[in-house]
């Protein structure tokens, strides 16, 4: 068991395919350590079989690099696109100990962060996407409070009034809820990885 000083990370996750298609191109990679969480959500280009393996490509990376920095994560996430259509890419780390994240997105994977006293916190991704090729992306290091909600999702979910939502409740399961009945049906994969990091 985790020590109950630490920092414990809770999460609800969504995923629906495109108009029900067997191939989805959306993936997320979640591993939750006692020194941190790690969250890596993909969006292969287009949709179909070949997106699905783009963004497959990226779970399996974050998966097997897990444990090295956020610039080394997005690094082999971009290697492992290589041969693939590509995809956008979003990493977030929480070291918990720190009571600090550290984010890094290409392409128009959105990520926010609301803490308790209201403040939220939207780093701006870097426009493009991952496909093996040289491609600049930034890495931001953000201090956090206890009790702090965040949301990762991918372009097929468009919400607005996000502060309003995550005001409305402080329950996880209530706002994953209201998200589900806010998005409309969508042409797209979409996808949400929405947490809360506790006491």
Known sequence: MMNESIPQVKVETYQVS????????????????????????????????????????????????????????????????????????????????KLQFIYSGVGNIRFYLYSPDGNLTYPIPVNGFLSGKPQPFKTGTFSYQPGSHFLIHTDGISISGIKSIFSRSRSLSDISSYMQMSIPPSNDDATYVLGCVGH
């Open 18 to 97: 495109k108009n029900g298609s067997h191939y989805c191109g959306d993936s997320y990679f979640i591993a939750d350590t006692e020194d941190y969480f790690l969250c890596v959500v993909a969006d292969g280009l287009g949709s179909g079989e070949y997106a699905m393996y783009a963004a497959v490509a990226v779970k399996e990376a974050a998966e097997r690099f897990q444990n090295q920095e956020v610039e080394e994560i997005m690094s082999q996430c971009n290697n492992a696109l290589k041969s693939t259509r590509g995809a956008a890419v979003s990493v977030l780390k929480i070291y918990k100990k």
